[in-house]
């Protein structure tokens, strides 16, 4: 089930989020954040008015995918960036498909332009997950991050909703 995300869903979602920053490049976070933290970036999206999604299997949160902001200044307001996390144990169940399905139809209705995605590579899953969706690699940064001894690259994804 897929449904609209809340701050009282922090602390599922904090937990799935954390294993990410503490067992992979996926994100670019050193330290675990707590659910008062994600509470936090939740309200963010959600007060821009952008959706923030999660999925569930017999009632217990097993990911999530919401759109930010990708810039705040005014010719960027039909643009946002895209972030989906899976529960490790809930990979390739079709979870990530069934949000970002429900996330990008939500995103075309608010006649949203373009979406990007970054990618620390490598990282297969994440590029065929938003290769599905119709993005393609757009650009990429090389060695912008360093996490668990190594310098990571950043590749960029992008797709036009609306064109």
Known sequence: M????SESDSEAIVAIY????????????????????????IRKVTKEDLPWLVAEIDGELCGYAYA??????????HTV???????????SKGIGSSLYNDLFKRLRERKIHCVIAGITLPNPA????????????????????????????VGYWTVQLNA
Do not use: C, P
Request: hydrophobic fraction near 40%; charged fraction near 25%.
């Open 81 to 91: 960036e895209v972030t989906i996390y899976i529960a490790a144990d809930a990979a």
């Open 18 to 41: 954390n294993h990410y920053i503490v067992n992979s490049t996926a994100t670019f976070e050193e330290d675990e954040i707590d659910s008062k933290e994600m509470a936090s970036r």
């Open 2 to 5: 897929i449904r609209d995300g």
């Open 126 to 153: 994440s590029i065929a997950i938003h290769q599905k969706f119709g993005m393609t690699k757009s650009g990429q940064f090389h060695e912008v991050g360093y996490k668990f001894g190594e310098w990571l690259d």
């Open 68 to 77: 930010g902001i990708w810039n705040a200044r005014a010719a960027y307001k």
